[in-house]
């Protein structure tokens, strides 16, 4: 039977997940709300988990994050002419009844959007909602806190990551995935084998799913994880965007969660000085392992040419988990070794690179 978050508090985990959602929802709303130009006008935020919008402390669950971090854009909603709506969903009745109390009670009266409750079960209602939703350009988050593992199927992500100006977030349970894998029902919903699970690093399980995922990207698009320890098991957070602004901004609050690694809220690559405190007399032992691994892979593709300039360098870095800071310092190192010319660096705005600055290489 699966576990009830919302009859206790919600353990710190769960704060972490929620976390990451209100400070993403809270990037990405300006984006739509308060641009200079306001280039469409219905705008839309998807709970379809939503359970009872709260924890037995009190505590806000998404629904009521969502209310909260619309608060300071009711002015820009109603100024710009915006049509936004959430639109939330909780297949339990009991649940269901308490979030519509929740929302009634929390929602303000004069508040200029949409809300939208329905008690479906998961996969009939994304299906409906896809149907008229597959064809047009409104922009779009979708939170999936789903329990387990079972919702998020191959179909579900390939439509998911089908829908334009899109962005989503979903929950995982990557421990079940590394202990069941081998069960013919869980083969109905991810295929994996023992060979892509290293039975020594069970910290690293969301990073297979995440992989796993990514594998069935048929197409340029951006993803990103960030896995939850909660007691001995490993959950995880799975990223999708159509733009690399998107993947950007999530990044961003992944890393200041975990400056160490920006994918985890624990020490996933067990690095020893964060455990013991002691310092390495070696400069580079001292980096975290997955920095040391992507600066050393960096510098190889821009000194080989396939990374051939500027935006080259920052949209591959985005796409491996990092941000542009982190390519800075092997551009800089390279400019400063006198291996490459000297280009200008930038850590805001790289989605505007025009034109794009060549690296020329020293021969």
Known sequence: MTKDIHKNEFDFGTKIKLEIFREYLKAWLPT?????????RDIYVYDFFS?????????SGSPLIIIEELLSHHE??????LNLTIVLNEKVKRKFNILKEVIDSNK??????????????????????????????CPRLIFLDQYGIKEITKDI???????????????????FVRRFYEQEEFKNYITLTKSDFDQSRPVHSHRVVFEYYKSLLGKEYHLAPFSIKKGSNIYGLIFGSNHSLGLEKFLNIAWRINPHSGDANFNIDEEGYLTTGQWSLFPTENLPKKLNVFERDLKARILSRELSSDSDVYKYSLDQGFLPRHANVVLKELIINQQIEEI?????????????QKIVIYE
């Open 76 to 81: 820009a909603i109603e100024s710009n002419k």
């Open 51 to 59: 359970g009872e919008g709260k924890d037995s402390e009190g505590n």
């Open 108 to 137: 303000p009266k004069e508040a200029p959007y949409k809300v939208e409750l329905h008690q479906r079960a998961f996969k009939e209602f994304f299906n409906d909602q896809y149907s008229r939703i597959k064809s047009d350009h």
């Open 32 to 40: 739509f709300t308060k641009a200079r130009k306001i280039y469409w």
């Open 157 to 175: 992500f390939s439509m998911l990551v089908s829908l334009k100006r899109t962005d989503f977030i979903f929950f995982i349970s990557s421990s």
């Open 344 to 356: 200008r660096t930038t850590s805001s705005n790289i989605h505007r690179l025009e034109p794009p």
